[in-house]
T-cell receptor
Framework: DAGVTQSPTHLIKTRGQHVTLRCSPI?????VSWYQQVLGQGPQFIFQ???????GRGNFPDRFSARQFPNYSSELNVNALLLGDSALYLC??????????FGPGTRLTVL | GQQVMQIPQYQHVQEGEDFTTYCNSS?????IQWYKQRPGGHPVFLIQ?????EVKKQKRLTFQFGEAKKNSSLHITATQTTDVGTYFC?????????????FGKGTKLSVKP
């Protein structure tokens, strides 16, 4: 079975631009979470979606938004990019109440 | 807000030496999970502890959850070069669910052959 997949793997943007990151969960997993990992730090929770509804939001500005589709895939959108948004963006999927399986991440660089 | 503090930040060991990383919280944790992230990789789930005083072993790895459920540790016996990576503890965010985790800053382990 395929694991969690994310696209693109790498992305370079300039300040003020918008970015969309995509995630496909493991088949059968209905919960998808997004995390931001800055170099040298632990992942920081951004959003959780379950059954297409937002179930949790971390301490991130409104420039960050996400959604989950009927097939349980998910998109993370970031508007008006700042230099500080440069990070590894991780998607994780899980069954209800079980461990999270992380994807390989999208490395975003904002210049 | 809820935080999990992890020490040490870095640990350099000779192959064959033991390694321990500690995770602490000022609040009672519902559970604690441990993840390993290899250089350039993504976090991989190792284990979850739920019960007070729980101890679990995976080959050379021993995981403990404190009696007060405010601290946890991961101990590796006789480290190998394959143990290299950053080890994170994480706990479910208060009022959240398994998909909403608070991570520690991690302990980066390097192993000299």
């Amino acid at each position: 079975d395929a694991g969690v997949t994310q696209s693109p793997t790498h992305l370079i943007k300039t300040r003020g631009q918008h970015v969309t990151l995509r995630c496909s969960p493991i088949s059968g997993h209905k919960s998808v979470s997004w995390y931001q990992q800055v170099l040298g730090q632990g992942p920081q929770f951004i959003f959780q979606y379950y059954e297409k509804e937002e179930r949790g939001r971390g301490n991130f500005p409104d420039r960050f938004s996400a959604r989950q589709f009927p097939n349980y895939s998910s998109e993370l959108n970031v508007n008006a990019l700042l230099l500080g948004d440069s990070a590894l963006y991780l998607c994780a999927s899980s069954l209800v109440g079980s461990e999270q399986f992380f994807g390989p991440g999208t490395r975003l660089t904002v210049l | 807000g809820q935080q999990v503090m992890q020490i040490p930040q870095y640990q350099h060991v000779q192959e064959g030496e033991d390694f321990t990383t500690y995770c602490n919280s000022s609040t009672t944790l519902s559970n604690i999970q441990w993840y390993k992230q290899r250089p350039g990789g993504h976090p991989v789930f190792l284990i979850q502890l739920v019960k007070s005083g729980e101890v679990k072993k995976q080959k050379r790895l021993t995981f403990q959850f404190g009696e007060a459920k405010k601290n946890s540790s991961l101990h590796i016996t006789a480290t190998q070069t394959t143990d290299v990576g950053t080890y994170f503890c994480a706990s479910m965010n208060y009022g959240g669910s398994q998909g909403n985790l608070i991570f520690g800053k991690g302990t980066k382990l390097s192993v000299k052959p």
